[in-house]
């Protein structure tokens, strides 16, 4: 029996990307042993999926490193692919059993992958088919793009009763996702105050306004400041009920996040808001992403327009943004600021996106 171990160590949507690679081996080597090393945060994602025969979970500190060696130890793999990881794997990389070590990221962003490791892919594509590209190694051709999430009858039945228990039906309520790992992927909670507003005033629809743990204060920010029937604030939910809710959703409107990543998986209707500006660390100024962090890199990959929609813009108040220049890995240059980057998504684009979806 083949064995791989991929590893998958960053974020979500890093870590959603890998499953068609996933379901590529496994309907190319169907008797093979997948492996996936991740986050413990993403458990819900991954546990009903039938191609991952183990999953181990993932810390970057040192000391609990030591505690997941001896799972990862009991197998000796054909290939260990690193779809996305952080220089802290480092230290688990010479320990492994394993024939071959494949990296896409280049050895500044691992040390210790060698030269002959890497997998280089010099032509910029998108994440998801980076990782299917890896899979050349191995002679496995592509089994589709759409990425991968199973909802157990738990968070299933969870969701209907939550929205039974507010008097919402499934697919009559709107998904606004107020969260946003990094504050310029945040949309202003006055814009979000604004949208859910314009909706209430001309659908029947329901709004669920949700996010992760780290977004309860922008909910609570829009609960204090709205409050009228047919609103849903949902806090404090676990990934898998948040998944199963917006599963339910008629459309999900959010920011480059997690939950976007969630609707692009489970063929909801997803309106996603693409930030052009962002804080560049090297500086601590504001100016232009990277394209590559972008969606035409990052975002809906053959995704069918009745089912997403991008909008681009700035998420800042104009007055605070210096003219400055980033990086760009897409061309190697320094990409200027420009005019286009400065204009604001207004709540009316994104009405009128979400007419096209009703």
């Known amino acids: 029996m083949k064995k791989f171990l991929i590893i ?5 949507g890093d870590t959603l990307w890998g499953t068609p690679a996933i379901r590529a081996i496994k309907n190319k080597i169907p008797h093979s042993q997948i492996d996936l090393l991740i986050q413990r945060q993403w458990e819900s994602l991954f ?3 039938k191609n991952i025969s183990h999953l181990f979970f993932y810390y970057p500190q040192w000391y609990r490193q030591l505690i997941i060696l001896p799972n990862l130890l009991r197998f000796h793999y054909d290939h260990v692919f690193i779809f996305h990881a952080n220089k802290d794997i480092r230290r688990i990389l010479p320990l492994l059993r394993c024939n071959f070590i494949w990296s896409h990221q280049y050895p ?3 040390p210790g992958i060698l030269d002959n490791q890497i997998i280089r892919i010099d032509e910029p594509i998108h994440a998801i088919l980076r990782r299917i590209e890896m899979l050349k190694k191995i002679q496995v051709p592509p089994y589709g793009t759409n990425m ?4 157990d009858q738990k968070n299933h039945q969870n969701a209907l009763s939550y929205l039974k228990k507010n008097d919402i039906k499934p697919k009559e309520f709107i998904y606004l996702n107020v969260g946003g790992s990094l504050p310029h992927k945040q949309w202003p909670v006055e814009q979000f105050i604004a949208l859910s ?10 709004i669920v306004f949700g996010g992760g743990p780290d977004d309860i204060h922008r909910i609570n920010l829009i609960n204090n400041k709205i409050q009228q029937e047919r609103i849903v604030f ?13 599963n339910n959703a008629k459309i999900i409107i959010t ?4 939950p976007m990543h969630i609707g692009f998986a489970l063929k909801v209707p997803t309106i996603s808001l693409w930030p052009t500006i962002g804080l560049i660390k090297s500086t601590g100024t504001l100016g232009a992403i990277d394209p590559m962090n972008g969606p035409d890199y990052c975002g809906p990959l053959n995704i069918d327009n009745s089912l997403s929609c991008v909008l681009r813009g700035n998420f800042f108040n104009k007055s605070n943004i210096v003219s400055t220049s980033i990086y760009s890995n897409l061309n190697n240059t320094e990409d200027k600021l420009e005019p ?6 207004s709540v009316d684009d994104v009405w009128k996106k979400t007419l096209k979806f009703l």
């Open 8 to 12: 998958s160590t960053t974020g979500m």
């Open 47 to 49: 546990n009903r999926n």
């Open 108 to 110: 500044d962003a691992i």
């Open 148 to 151: 991968d999430i199973v909802i």
């Open 197 to 206: 507003k314009i909706i209430l005033k001309n659908t029947s629809l329901s």
């Open 234 to 246: 949902a806090k404090q939910r676990t990934l898998g009920e948040n998944c199963a809710l917006i």
């Open 255 to 258: 920011p480059d996040s997690g």
């Open 340 to 345: 286009s980057h400065l204009e604001a998504i």
